[in-house]
């Protein structure tokens, strides 16, 4: 099987890999691209360890073939803050202490940031939706509930004062 050559846009940052065909996005992030922080659980698209934001949905990164992702953008968590500071929603989860191991965290990030950015004033139970397809074996889902929701309100009081 020949490689391919994929050019995408990865953390705001023009990307070109050469992959074979059937590689799945989840593997390049991390094998070809050195991008740790996507995480691999299931590797059958349960478990939301692997989540990336996929222009601006997200996905579970072991299911995306990597030829899908030609000329479009993807977020890792890697991509998440900007110039060395946290986003509100890391914040907001490191405030609330709402992780244990970090296994689960960057999927968990990276499905709220996929929601907020879409709906800064969502709802609990909208957030509670958002997050349902990201499994934890350590701590509760109210923790992280309550600190996404936090993050939003926090994020909704930024968007006021620049109005």
Same mark, same amino acid.
């Given at each position: 099987?020949?490689?391919?050559?994929?050019?995408?846009?990865?953390?705001? *940052?023009? +990307?070109? +890999?050469?992959?074979?065909?059937?590689? %799945? =996005?989840?593997? +390049? /992030? %991390?094998? &070809?691209?050195? /991008?740790?922080?996507?995480?691999?659980?299931?590797?059958? !698209?349960?478990? !939301?360890?692997?989540?990336?934001? =996929? &222009? !601006?949905?997200?996905?579970?990164?072991? /299911?995306?073939?990597? !030829?899908? +992702? *030609?000329? %479009?953008?993807?977020?890792t968590i890697e991509g998440v803050g900007a110039n060395g500071h946290l986003d509100p929603i890391q914040n907001a989860i490191l405030k609330n202490h709402a992780l244990q191991c970090g296994f689960c965290t960057p999927g968990f990030i990276m499905s709220a940031k996929a929601l907020l950015d879409e709906n800064p004033d969502a709802t609990i139970q909208e957030i509670r939706r958002a997050i349902s397809g990201n499994l934890c074996r350590c701590t509760g889902y109210e923790q992280l509930t309550i600190a996404i929701y936090e993050a939003a309100q926090e994020l909704k009081k930024a968007d006021n004062t620049k109005i």
């Open positions: 099987m020949e490689k391919i050559t994929v050019r995408f846009t990865l953390n705001k *940052e023009p +990307v070109e +890999v050469e992959v074979y065909p059937n590689e %799945r =996005l989840l593997d +390049v /992030l %991390r094998d &070809d691209l050195h /991008l740790t922080g996507t995480k691999e659980g299931c590797a059958v !698209g349960e478990c !939301g360890a692997c989540t990336v934001i =996929l &222009d !601006g949905k997200a996905v579970t990164s072991c /299911l995306v073939p990597i !030829g899908s +992702v *030609e000329g %479009r953008k993807v977020v």
